[in-house]
């Protein structure tokens, strides 16, 4: 109802003021057949240059003296609302069609909004996540855009350790738990964050469902817990359990979430764990896995944690650590120290 379903809807309300000098402003400005005559952002780093070939502006009425605009589109993150709202009541209130974007402003959630501009004959509509050609192509879909988290930045000052693996039930949240433990056993303040809503178990600090997320939101979930595990223990260093696998072969669904995870970590350094002859996952192996995690992000893999839960006699970890040139620990066993020594190797400390 409220959605914008073609570009010609766009081009039959030029020319725009563009209020967000980002991603999302730019695309939205080379758009076929659309007329950008003035650019706003509240960053005022950004007021005064150059952005699309105009000159930000840091107001919407200094932006509406220079030009004759017919419409206002917001293209402003998620969590910027507060600005959206502002931006939507001015411009309908000087005279303006209003377009958004669902990650700026949902006009769902805010009717007034629609109200006003109905009352000054004015459109308002927003570029939508188009849920209904997902319902219409799957079946089914949710009621409203997932994406809710805002996009974050955060340098951690420990290191941060990836658990990865090679499959699905692999031993990933063992592992990162005995990490944490052998972490703390040689004086060092440890934080182990689990991704899964088993992840009950001590010493993990704090569990959360990634898979309950959008993807687009998994990154800046991870580097939220991140920050706040540092702000509220100050560890030495962080362990992140990962979830599924880059690389597992049969179910492709959870692929997608693991690299999120991974790319919200940007880790120092990765264990992966892997479990051999798994009897209801099909991993494509400990090379692959490897060879996926250091391509997708700027890291290495320093160690190999192994479930032999359903391995054959004549395996053990010394198969695999000649096989694969790593340090390789039977967490299960004999615990993480050997894993947590390849880390500080790699890490130089």
């Keep these: 109802m409220y959605s914008v379903n073609s570009v010609k809807e766009l081009q039959d309300l030029n020319p725009f003021i563009v209020v967000g000098c980002g991603g999302g402003g ?9 007329e950008a005559v003035g650019f706003i952002d509240d960053d005022v780093n950004k007021q005064g240059t150059q952005f699309c070939g105009q000159t930000v502006s840091g107001s919407l009425e200094e932006c509406l003296s220079g030009t004759s605009a017919n419409s206002l589109v917001i293209m402003l993150p998620i969590g910027a609302e507060g600005s959206a709202i502002k931006y939507a009541v001015q411009a309908i209130d000087a005279g303006l069609n209003v377009i958004t974007s669902f990650r700026s402003l949902s006009i769902e959630d805010n009717i007034s909004l629609k109200k ?23 079946g089914i879909a949710p009621e409203k855009s997932c994406e809710v988290l805002p996009k974050i930045s955060y340098e951690p000052k420990a290191p941060v350790i990836f658990v990865g693996g090679t499959s699905q039930e692999c031993g990933k949240r063992t592992t990162s738990k005995k990490l ?33 997320l959008s993807a687009m939101d998994v990154p800046a979930a991870v580097l939220s817990a991140i ?40 880790p120092d350094a990765v264990i992966i764990g892997h479990r051999p002859n798994h009897p209801y996952r099909e991993p494509r192996g400990i090379e692959e896995e490897i060879r996926a995690i250091e391509a997708v992000e700027p890291t290495k893999v320093v160690g190999i944690s192994i479930n032999l839960k359903n391995a ?16 390789v620990e039977d967490v299960y066993n004999n615990g993480a120290s050997k894993l947590l020594d390849a880390i500080f190797d790699y890490l130089g400390e």
């Design 26 to 34: 730019e695309k939205f400005s080379n758009l076929e057949g659309i």
């Design 116 to 138: 006003f501009a109905d009352s000054k004959n004015l459109i308002i509509k927003e570029i939508g996540p188009r849920l209904d050609v997902v319902e219409k192509i799957a």
């Design 180 to 212: 944490g433990i052998a972490a703390t056993q040689r004086g060092l303040t440890s934080a182990v964050i689990s991704t899964d809503e088993m992840g009950l178990e001590e010493p993990t600090e704090f569990n959360f469902r990634a898979g309950s």
């Design 227 to 266: 920050k706040y595990v540092e702000e509220t223990k100050k560890p030495d260093i962080i362990f992140i359990e990962g979830q599924s696998s880059l690389t597992e072969k049969g179910n492709p669904h959870p692929r997608g979430l693991s690299a999120a995870i991974l790319i919200g970590a940007a």
């Design 312 to 327: 054959e006699l004549d395996l053990d970890a010394e198969y695999f650590e000649h096989k694969y040139n790593l340090p």
